[in-house]
């Protein structure tokens, strides 16, 4: 529990889980825990099933390979594929004896007005968001077609998914690194991956969410510093001044922000291919704690 920072029930869970055990519970005090259950279950069942379907999608590969990542680092994220077929985890998956209302449930498959059911995620590569204990609680799928709809997809919110108070990368961030003061927080996917894949471990991403009064208290929960990291462009510029203003009441003398700017028009990505990690580092050495921040914009 103090290694890891967690409660009781969670540290529990986690050893059980390392050795393959499961945790025995009391019948019939809350039937809705064992439901939540299964939905791991589900989710953990379809990072597989996108896994095994990342090894034939050339095109999914070739995108990976040329943002400089390995075989290891998917490995390490659990980055998959979603085939381009309107029924490709769900035949899988139904096939595991799985049911349609859970698959609805845990978010991965859809219905439009008209009664039809399909997969939610379609030809995307597949990022598995986990919570604190590693447990698959999401996805989220970055489209490799231009005309396949929008850039980036996330699960919805399920009742094992609430998107205000997860962080992509925290679990893995954790795992690599046991002592970690600065943390990075970036604004994608690709980007927490990208950094990762450089040599920098401590990076997380907020998920596509504005950062929030959960979030960065979860970050506080095991890490000090954390280093807010955006675009150097206006809009870039205008979301961090809304995230100073909304995290600003919860600063204190333990409790401290730091924002880093890039440069306009470059993200993490950019920096790290053309100068290399020394160089972004650079960039991160020139933070500027969220006081001073909110002053030199207003």
Sequence with gaps: MKYERLEFVEAVEMLARELGMEVPREQGRNPTVKADEDLYTVLQQAERFYRSQLRSAIAAVDY????GLTGEIARDFGIGYAPAEWHG????LVNERVSEDKLLK????????NGRVYDRFRDRIMFPIRDTRGRVIAFGGRILSQDGGPKYLNSPETPIFFKAQELYGLYEARKALRKIDE?????????VVSVYSSGIKNVISNSGTALTERQINLVWKFFSNPII??????????AALRIAERLFPLINENSKIFFSILPKGKDPDDIIKKNG???????LKQKIIIQTFIWEKL
């Design 106 to 113: 845990a978010g991965l498959l859809t219905k439009n007005d």
């Design 89 to 92: 985890v769900a035949d899988a």
């Design 229 to 238: 990291c955006l675009d150097g462009d206006e809009s870039g510029q205008k």
């Design 183 to 191: 943390l990075l927080v970036v604004e994608g996917y690709m980007d």
């Design 277 to 283: 990690k020394a160089g972004f580092l650079e960039i």
């Design 64 to 67: 990976l390979k040329g943002r």
